[in-house]
């Protein structure tokens, strides 16, 4: 790695907020509420990073997101649960062993959440990534159909649509920021350097690819499988933070969530899947005001229940017929477009 | 310009005179309410809301305070629950809170509110998994097995029936608890469970979970859909000719069971929560519940989720009003001492594990209509 | 298994299988001329649904005219959803049309639920739909019979109109190249409106008679068999008529028939669909009937 100015900007930042953050939770100088938007932004821009390596630069249109997400936090609610709230929660069938004892520190059952759901991408790749667009679209579509329904049926493993409580709340404030943290360096690294420029070859040109001599379908496993990875990952910190989980919310409607955060950031921008996650969870948390009645001194509307999900789906539609790049398109937000923004202004 | 100014200045004036007029009230209390009003689960979620509010209206102000209702959507979302009731607890600050239709919602919900110390109360949330190791949590409603094992026992002691099956939603957790706890009871009684069949939510086709059921000849099948669900079912075992009784649980509980079903919801069975608009002997407190629900929505039948969200309502305020004082924490000592409050639906006291404990009723649809027939207390 | 039951089990698979087709194929149709995944089409079927409602319940208008009111009613929100949601993104990425169809189709589902509230509400079936006949030990109900009929002349129609007319052609012709056909002379923009008419009319029809045998309607109504009926258009092939009548019958009897056979693994029924979607496009990644589409360089 050159050691140069950016660099140490980069390690400068990171660290100023990773320290503002502990001192914001250590102090409570935030409200709870606050925190908690704040958190669900991090965990939402780790799948939102990881959906754009699929689909943004690898140009892999996959819809199976919420499948590894599901992994992911089974596996880590399964590692950090005590055993005997297993014991107690499993009323359906009685948990089987090893799974009944087993109990890891958070860490591993991140670290766990990501591998599982990455061997799981394994196992989907090789049959599905031979397949082009919308085809692969529904087939991965279909795969994270298929591993939901198994959570639903395999009750003595999963509790199934009853769901698990009580996950341990290890996901704290500045755990979801370091994953994140780790997320982008690793990506960063990895689609700054030539691996990322095979993917963006690959995703702009899959013959002339070929051509090169690169081997694209070795490429697509790995970019599909270190997004699976990473899902996992937020899979497992959104069952944690969130201290429940069940089948029913990894629906399809889940990944949808996630491709409007990369759609909105722009594909193939890992600054503009940050900037997409934290403007859409703020705008969905702050249309709630909409459904309240609305008193303005001389005459008053009652709160429409339901309206904010028409006003939301608008906004989406007006962003796409608008602004279909996104916020940033595949340009990157760094020290140099800053200062370049900043000379412009001058 | 010289309008516009004029108009200005009555603006003015009238919110001065608004907050003037505020300020002279006491202090609102706030009780926060978080229901499913859009997505899968919004019919529940508004009618739980209406019968919320018709309490409201009928006990607005308690130590004399006026009583504020603030109103948030979980959008039948559980991340949703979770961002309402974070933001209930924190921005609006209540002092309790109610909600919600749909037990993992609840859970959602109840893990917020036992971090902020605010006392919830669940409306018709029936999964056992609700209020385990919660303090702070409670619900108007009775749980899964409770029910489950109250289904068996009247289809086995009362009705002598000694074959059952089940047809449930396997995505469904209600559905899924309840069929489970049915069974068990059943056998335990002595009766025999010949099939379990399964389908997952949003299917509308039960035809070929019915032909097998018909070829396995039970005397009834318990099926604990939505009712909207359970009435498609209805139909389509009459369709195919099945000779067997259904029997539901409280989810069929809405007066559009019977225009869904039409004639095939004839010999239908289900167990609720002890409160019918047909009931022979109604309660004092029923009868009016039932006299302001009629002038207050008088299009719309009496439910029971607008019995179960009036009662929610309804403990949290008997709840301050022994407690004194609006403090949540005095709050939740008194929803948890709450003993035979004579309620809509019957006398309610809340038990070790926080569940409102009540009789089970049971509706049967005879011509058309349908009936009160009992109430039935389970044998395990 | 008695031969009754299999009879039984066959019929039922019949008709739900010819809903899947004719939902399938308003799928096929769009996505064969504009290469788009139109995911308001299930939300098209529970407008169509609504109106129906509306009409006979609400107004107490006789059937028959509730329905071609519904048809007309779906078919013009049909064409200014194309015009005002997909047109202007017709040369943009393809993921951009596929999010403004999934915006358009939240948009529906939100908005039904604000105006028609989240209720689900009872059909009135027509008398005549009710009986039911009686061979052996099978029970056919006249819906029953109805439905498979009525998608089996929609869909001659449908065929006659794409095969035998000039609009036809001229969707045949956009579906292979858009660009020639605009220099051929075609009003490309009316054509594709006419296909969406034509797809929005055929949801409505599906979604009327979907209210007829599962006789209720309410906002969500659309999702589950919009989802299952575009499984079965890729299935069969998407982009063809004939392969989306082919995968939804497949896949009314497969998932009926993993119940009938398999009844203790019932709960495994969706994945059975899936996992079969996933086998054919891994052996035949066009699906059953679908065309190789040319990879152009």
């Known amino acids: 790695m050159r050691f140069n100015l950016t660099t140490l900007g980069n390690i400068l930042l990171i660290l100023l907020v990773g320290g503002g953050l502990w001192l914001v939770e250590r102090h409570e100088l935030i409200g709870d509420y606050q925190i908690y938007i704040v958190k669900l932004i991090f965990i939402n821009a780790i799948l939102a990073l990881s959906l754009n390596l699929i689909y943004g630069f690898t140009g892999l249109f996959s819809l199976g997101h919420a499948g590894f997400m599901a992994i992911g936090a089974y596996v880590g609610a399964l590692c950090t649960l005590l055993p005997e709230q297993k014991e107690m929660m499993w009323i359906l069938d009685p948990i089987i062993w090893p799974f009944s004892v087993l109990h890891t520190p958070f860490w591993v059952a991140v670290l766990a959440g990501g591998v599982v759901a990455m061997l799981f991408a394994v196992v989907i790749a090789v049959p599905v990534l031979r397949l082009g667009d919308d085809y692969l679209g529904i087939a991965t579509l279909g795969f994270a159909e298929i591993i939901r329904v198994f959570i639903v049926n395999m009750s003595s493993v999963t509790n199934g649509s009853l769901g698990i409580k009580g996950i341990p709340a290890e996901a704290t404030l500045l755990t979801c920021y370091v994953w994140m943290i780790i997320t982008l360096i690793v990506l960063a690294r990895l689609l700054f350097g030539n691996f990322g420029n095979v993917l963006r070859c690959i995703r702009d040109n899959e013959i002339a690819a070929n051509v090169m001599g690169i081997n694209v379908f070795n490429y697509k496993v790995l970019s599909f499988c270190l997004g699976a990875f990473f899902a996992g990952v937020g899979g497992a910190l959104l069952g944690s933070h969130l201290s429940t989980i069940d089948p029913k919310m990894f629906n399809f409607l889940l990944t949808f969530n996630v491709l409007m955060f990369v759609v909105a950031g722009g594909l193939g921008s890992l600054t503009g899947s940050l900037l997409g996650a934290g403007i859409i969870t703020i705008l969905l948390e702050w249309l709630r005001a909409i459904e309240e009645p609305m008193d303005f001194g001389l005459f008053e509307i009652p709160g429409i229940p339901g309206m904010r999900m028409v006003v939301f789906s608008l906004i989406l539609l007006l962003i796409i017929l608008f602004r279909r790049e996104g916020i940033m398109g595949t340009r990157e937000l760094t020290w140099k477009s800053l200062r370049r923004l900043g000379r412009k202004k001058a | 310009m010289k309008l516009g100014k004029r108009l200005a200045g009555l603006a003015m004036l009238a919110l001065t005179l608004g907050f003037a007029g505020q300020a002279a009230a006491a202090e609102p209390i706030k009780i926060g309410v978080y229901l499913p009003l859009t997505g899968q689960n919004a019919f529940g979620g508004q009618l739980e809301l209406e019968g919320i509010q018709l309490a409201h209206k009928q006990m607005p102000t308690v130590l004399d305070r006026p009583i504020e209702l603030v109103v948030v959507d979980n959008k039948s979302d559980k991340v949703e629950a979770a961002n309402a009731v974070k933001r209930l607890t924190e921005r609006d600050k209540v002092v309790a809170l109610i909600g919600t239709y749909g037990s993992s919602l609840a859970m959602a919900g109840a893990e917020i509110t036992e971090k902020a110390r605010i006392p919830g109360v669940g409306t018709s949330c029936t999964n056992p998994l609700v209020t385990m190791g919660k303090k702070y949590y409670f619900r108007a409603c009775f749980i899964d097995p409770y029910q489950g094992a109250a289904a068996a026992t009247y289809a086995f002691e009362n009705l002598g029936f000694k074959k059952a099956a089940v047809l449930m939603d396997m995505t469904n957790d209600y559905a899924v608890g309840l069929a489970n706890f049915f069974s068990r009871s059943f056998k335990k009684l002595g009766g025999e469970v010949v099939a379990s069949l399964k389908y997952s939510s949003g299917d509308q086709d039960f035809t070929a979970q019915l032909t097998e059921l018909i070829a396995k000849k039970p005397d009834i099948v318990f099926m604990p859909a939505y009712f909207a669900e359970g009435a498609i079912i209805m139909k389509q075992a009459r369709e195919l000719g099945a000779t067997f009784r259904l029997m539901g649980a409280d989810a069929m509980d809405n007066p559009d069971t019977v225009k869904l079903a039409g004639k095939a919801a004839e010999g239908f069975l289900h167990t609720t929560f002890p409160y019918d608009p047909t009931m022979p002997t109604m309660s004092g407190e029923a009868k009016k519940f039932t006299d302001a629900w009629k002038a207050a929505y008088p299009e719309k039948d009496t439910n029971v989720n607008g019995a179960l969200g009036y009662n929610s309502y309804f403990m949290i305020y008997d709840a301050i009003k022994r407690a004194g004082s609006a403090d949540p924490e005095a709050i939740t000592k008194a929803l948890a001492a709450t003993k035979d409050l004579v309620t809509p639906l019957g006398t309610v006291s809340i038990n070790a594990t926080h569940d409102a404990e009540m009789p089970v009723g049971i509706i049967e649809y005879k011509d058309g209509k349908r009936v009160y027939v009992g109430e039935v207390t389970p044998k395990q | ?297």
């Open chain 3, 1 to 297: 298994m008695t031969l009754e039951m299999f009879f039984q089990h066959c019929f039922n698979a019949l008709t739900l299988g010819s809903l899947y087709a004719l939902i399938a194929i308003g799928y096929t149709m769009v996505y064969g001329i504009l290469r788009l995944i139109n995911f308001a089409h299930g939300d098209i079927l529970m407008v169509g649904a609504y109106f129906v409602f509306f009409g006979t319940f609400a107004y107490g208008w006789p059937w028959g005219l509730a329905a071609i009111l519904a048809i007309v009613g779906a078919s013009v929100i049909g064409v200014a959803i194309e015009r005002v949601a997909y047109r202007p993104l017709r040369d943009a990425p393809r993921i951009s049309a596929l999010i403004s169809a999934i915006a358009v189709s939240f948009f529906i589902e939100s908005l039904a639920v604000v105006v028609f509230s989240g209720q689900p509400r009872p059909v009135l079936q027509p008398e005549w739909l009710i009986s039911e006949w009686q061979l052996g030990q099978v029970r056919i109900p006249t819906l029953t019979a109805f439905v498979p009929a009525m998608t089996a002349i929609l869909v001659a129609v449908l065929l006659f109109v794409v095969y035998k007319t000039k609009p036809g052609l001229a969707m045949r012709a956009i579906s292979k190249d858009i660009e020639t056909t605009r220099l051929m002379g075609v009003r490309v923009d009316n054509i594709i409106a006419f296909t969406f008419c034509i797809g929005s009319a055929l949801a409505a029809a599906s979604g009327i008679m979907w209210a007829l045998r599962y006789p209720q309607v309410h906002p969500y109504m659309g999702i589950m068999p919009g989802l299952k009926a575009f499984i079965a258009a890729v299935f069969g092939g998407i982009g063809s008529i004939q392969g989306a009548v082919i995968g939804g019958l497949a896949l009314g009897f497969v998932e009926i028939m993993t119940v009938a056979f398999l009844p203790e693994l019932s709960g495994y029924r969706d994945a059975f669909a899936f996992i079969l979607l996933v086998l054919v496009l891994v052996i035949k990644p066009t699906g059953l009937l679908g065309e190789r589409m040319e990879e152009k360089i």
